[in-house]
């Protein structure tokens, strides 16, 4: 059974919600930040030598980077392929990778270059525009990925919701979402669906 080291206020909430979602039985160790420096406890590292989260345990599996875990545990509990294309149907399957891939590789890098600007109380002169205007530029490609659909591929819910939702949700949490309705509503969508309600209930987030 997955065990999954769950430190909380972060990215691991999506993965508990990602197993809800698809109704796999699993364990949950929680870890608490350090509430001055917020960064992981020591004990994380005894999992992985990264010490941080999400990390999942599946037998002699040790398992880091959202991404991955979601790629293992949709091949793993979603044999159905409801969440994700075949790679028999290869442009679609390339398609969903690259929106795997996306969140953590171009997204996540300018927002928490914003996060340590914010949290420093001062504007630095080379990061912050930098920052800004790459937020800009991806959150207009997300938005106009959506386009009118619900889902960042189109009709149906897919894996590749968990890792933009969580750039969303830190856009939400940084306050940065104002002239983006659009991600609003998805996130607004994201958040009603019964398996985020179950994450959020059971990861105490
Ligand atoms: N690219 C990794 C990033 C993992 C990561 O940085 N996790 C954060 C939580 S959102 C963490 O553990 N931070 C604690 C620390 O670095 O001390 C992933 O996608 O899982």
Request: hydrophobic residues 40%.
């Given at each position: ?86 790679s028999s149907d290869l442009q679609?399957w390339a ?111």
């Open positions: 059974m997955i065990t999954l080291h769950h430190l909380r206020i972060g990215r691991s909430i999506f993965t508990v919600w990602l197993l809800e979602e698809l109704g796999a039985e699993y364990d949950m160790t929680v870890y608490h930040r350090d509430p001055e420096t917020m960064r992981a406890p020591e004990s994380l590292r005894s999992i992985h030598p990264l010490g941080k989260s999400p990390v999942i345990v599946d037998g002699d599996l040790v398992l880091s980077e959202s991404g991955a875990i979601t790629s293992y545990v949709l091949e793993k509990y979603d044999t159905g392929y409801q969440f994700r294309p075949r679609a398609t969903y990778n690259q929106w795997l891939a996306y969140p953590e590789g171009s997204v996540f890098a300018p927002l928490l270059l914003k996060m340590l600007v914010l949290r420093s109380g001062v504007d630095h002169p080379v990061i912050s525009p930098f920052s800004d205007a790459e937020i800009k530029l991806h959150f207009a490609h997300i938005t106009e990925q959506l386009g009118d659909s619900p889902y960042i591929l189109g009709d149906s819910f897919s894996g590749a919701d968990f890792g933009i939702s969580y750039m969303i949700s830190m856009g939400e949490r940084l306050g940065l979402l104002a002239d983006y309705p659009e991600l609003v509503e998805y996130l607004n969508r994201i958040k009603a669906r019964p398996a985020w309600l179950s994450a959020v209930e059971k990861a105490v987030e």
